[in-house]
Nanobody, 122 residues
Framework: QVQLVESGGGSVQAGGSLRLSCAASGSFFGINAMGWYRQAPGKQRELVGSISSGGRINNAHYADPVRGRFTISRDNAKNTMYLQMNSLKPEDTAVYYC?????????????WGQGTQVTVSS
């Protein structure tokens, strides 16, 4: 069984930075993608960005609201993904979730972390 554990959330003032981590434990196989999602109160969960198992920064994709401010990276040796968040805005306030999903039909899986709170004050 795979477990995803997020860390690094907290409270920061607008314009500040935070770095989230997502550590995956357990065994998983095949091509996959790790992603960050967020859910603000009263809103649906939305994709922040994702990165393929290749791990290169330029393989990451971002949602429009965070592009240019957030950077996703991945250390495959540590099975850990990071989300560097700069120039934070109050509208970035949400619970941030980590996701690990297979991109290989031979090894289907889809795992979620428990979430970590990010609060940005104006």
């Amino acid at each position: 069984q795979v477990q995803l554990v997020e860390s690094g959330g907290g409270s920061v003032q607008a314009g500040g930075s935070l770095r989230l981590s997502c550590a995956a434990s357990g065994s998983f196989f095949g091509i996959n993608a790790m992603g960050w999602y967020r859910q603000a109160p009263g809103k649906q969960r939305e994709l922040v960005g994702s990165i393929s198992s290749g791990g290169r920064i330029n393989n990451a994709h971002y949602a429009d609201p965070v592009r240019g401010r957030f950077t996703i990276s991945r250390d495959n040796a540590k099975n850990t993904m990071y989300l560097q968040m700069n120039s934070l805005k109050p509208e970035d306030t949400a619970v941030y979730y980590c996701n690990l999903a297979s991109r290989d039909s031979k090894y289907p899986y889809d795992y979620w972390g428990q979430g970590t709170q990010v609060t940005v004050s104006s």
